[in-house]
């Protein structure tokens, strides 16, 4: 059998390392694509419980460095749109693509933190040292979770998400995941309002990162969000559960099945999971449905969906 291999001609998708200081202290290293640095800054940080609100945050500056040079550069490069807002003030400056002088590495994110923030950083630096994007590495991590659905348990309402909503919601995304019409291989992550349609939408090569971006989005816009879904196009992870319950959603989305202490923790926190697959109906995983006695694998209801009827 002749086999030829094909030369690839399309984009790739973009990854990076983004190393992460917080008041001129190393932090996290994380690899990423380059887009709504900004909006992941404040949203990574607020998922990891370093700031409560967008005003601890008061700059966020990118540097860049290369194979041939680690200081910053006046080579730069504007790309996507621009995603300014009031507070914090977000200085994109420097970026370096070195087409001629060497590769790119990555860019480093210089945040500056109001005092409570930082001092609460300094506080938990051991417990988060090596942690990653995922935001529940390590067992200490994966207690301060369930400290935090302990604290939100009596607060959070099990959603009852209309899933009538979500007939088309997979040819609706893809309208907005431009970078991933282009390249693949992303991640993208979607505000959902209660009758279906897009409020925010964030893309990157980590599905974790991606929906740090979208909450990030999220609280430097001030955009509402109650009532609302959020959804990821990946698979629903724990670490995907952890961050929503720490903005408050109720109901995450995902394209893939979610494992089964994704699972546990959402039952835990009364939050909705909702699976919607390629052809077959929307599976709900819902706290209300659900027995104590149930096991894991009879925690979750499907929901037919047939010529907009349920």
């Known amino acids: 059998m002749n086999i030829k291999a094909k030369t690839a001609h399309h984009s790739l998708a973009q990854e990076q390392a983004i190393a992460i200081e917080l008041n001129g202290i190393a932090f996290a290293v994380m690899m990423m694509t380059p887009q709504d640095l900004s909006y992941f800054a404040i949203g990574f940080l607020f998922t990891e419980g370093i700031i409560d609100t967008i005003v601890d945050v008061h700059a966020v500056e990118e540097h860049c460095f290369s194979e041939h040079s680690f200081s910053n550069s006046s080579v730069s490069k504007n790309t996507g749109a621009d995603h300014s807002i009031e507070r914090p003030?977000?200085?994109?400056?420097?970026?370096?693509?070195?087409?001629?002088?060497?590769?790119?590495?990555?860019l480093t994110l210089k945040i500056?933190?109001?005092n409570r923030s930082f001092f609460?950083?300094?506080?938990r630096i051991r417990l988060l040292k090596g942690s990653s994007g995922c935001g529940i590495c390590g067992s200490a991590a994966l207690d301060e979770t369930f400290k935090q659905i302990k604290l939100k348990q009596s607060q959070m309402i099990a959603a009852q998400y209309d899933i009538c909503a979500?007939?088309?919601?997979?040819?609706?995304?893809?309208q907005y995941q431009t970078i991933s019409a282009d390249s693949g291989a992303m991640h993208?992550?979607?505000?959902?309002?209660p009758k279906g349609s897009i409020k925010a939408s964030c893309e990157d090569i980590g599905r974790h990162n991606a929906l740090d971006k979208?909450?990030?989005?999220?609280?430097?816009?001030?955009i509402e969000y109650q009532d609302h879904a959020a959804l990821v196009t990946s698979r629903c992870g724990a670490?995907?559960?952890?961050?929503i319950l720490r903005i408050g959603i109720k109901t995450l989305i995902s394209f893939a099945s979610p494992s089964d202490l994704a699972l546990q923790l959402a039952n835990t926190a009364n939050i909705t999971l909702i699976h919607v697959p390629k052809k077959d109906a929307p599976i709900v995983y819902s706290p209300p449905f659900i027995n104590q006695n149930d096991s894991l694998e009879n925690t979750h209801t499907t929901m037919a969906i047939e010529n907009g009827e349920n």
């Open 188 to 193: 993208g992550a979607f505000l959902i309002c």
């Open 214 to 222: 979208l909450i990030g989005n999220i609280l430097a816009n001030k």
């Open 120 to 123: 609460r950083f300094k506080e």
């Open 89 to 106: 003030n977000i200085h994109k400056e420097d970026r370096l693509y070195h087409q001629t002088v060497g590769l790119q590495l990555g």
């Open 166 to 174: 979500l007939i088309d919601i997979r040819e609706k995304v893809q």
């Open 112 to 114: 500056s933190l109001a």
């Open 239 to 243: 670490e995907l559960v952890q961050k």
